[in-house]
């Protein structure tokens, strides 16, 4: 993919990003996420239908790689079950730490396969998917 398509992606996503507004429904699942290193504060809830990812909603304050990750994460991730999310999660934590991953299970999220040119933006990249990660994890607990 080249330079100029993924900052097309980066910026729609920033300017229109999917599913940004939280609705009142105790069925989901919350998290608040922080990056000390950014203004980045995001909220995210998650609603699963069985195994699977019903609905990720995401809002808050957040510099363009943040909101645009996010949203990217929330269209990559709806419809997945939790395996195939971890999955996803692995590989995409893999490229921004420049180890080897598996580039065709990420779709539009390896728009960041470059963003550790820039080490202080990858926390704002990671931040949410952080999030969906951790709560992941309490689903196993
Ligand atoms: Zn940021």
Redesign the pocket.
Known sequence: MDNDLKRTIILEHFQNPKNKGLINDDSYKFINMN?ES???EVNLMVKFDGDKIADIRFDGE??A??TSSTSIMIETLIGKTKEEAKNILNNFLKMIDEEEYDADILEQAIVYNDIHRQPN?K??ALLSWRGIERILEELDK
Request: proline residues 0%; glycine residues 0%; aromatic residues 0%.
């Open positions: 990056n950014c203004i980045d957040a510099c790689i943040c933006r926390k704002c």
